[in-house]
Each structure stands twice: as structure tokens, then as C-alpha cells.
């Protein structure tokens, strides 16, 4: 199976976030901490329409997993 990480055909970054990567705060928001990520967004400007998208390993969507 090849690498997942990269950009998509339409320029999407695609990461691996590892659950170790992830906190849940009390108030129900996620902190992710994951270095490629944030180095993707100070690098590129975000408009007001930016998604993140969140796959679970078996969401069945055969994208990625």
C-alpha cells in the first residue's frame, strides 16, 4: 500500500493524524497536534470556506485506508 500523506488531485493536503496526535477538551473541540499540519496552515493562506476532514481507518470511503 503506498504512502498516504501528499496532496490530492485537488490540492487537498491528506495527512496521517495519529490518535496520539489528538486531545479532547472539556468543552468538546479537539486540539491536534501534529507538526505537518501546522506547518501546512502558517504556510498557506486559509479562506473563510477551509474544511478539515476527519477519516476514521474505517469509514469505508476506500480513499485512503
Known amino acids: 500500500m503506498s504512502k ?11 495527512l496521517k493524524v ?3 496526535h489528538i486531545e479532547l477538551n472539556p468543552d468538546g473541540t479537539l486540539k491536534i497536534n501534529h ?3 501546522q506547518d501546512f496552515l ?10 478539515l ?8 470511503c476506500q ?3
Open 35 to 37: 507538526p505537518k499540519l
Open 53 to 60: 476532514i476527519l477519516m476514521g481507518s474505517n469509514c469505508g
Open 42 to 51: 502558517r504556510s498557506h493562506k486559509k479562506g473563510t470556506d477551509a474544511h
Open 4 to 14: 498516504v500523506e501528499g496532496l490530492d488531485t485537488d490540492g487537498k493536503v491528506v
Open 18 to 20: 495519529d490518535p496520539k
Open 63 to 65: 480513499c485512503c485506508c
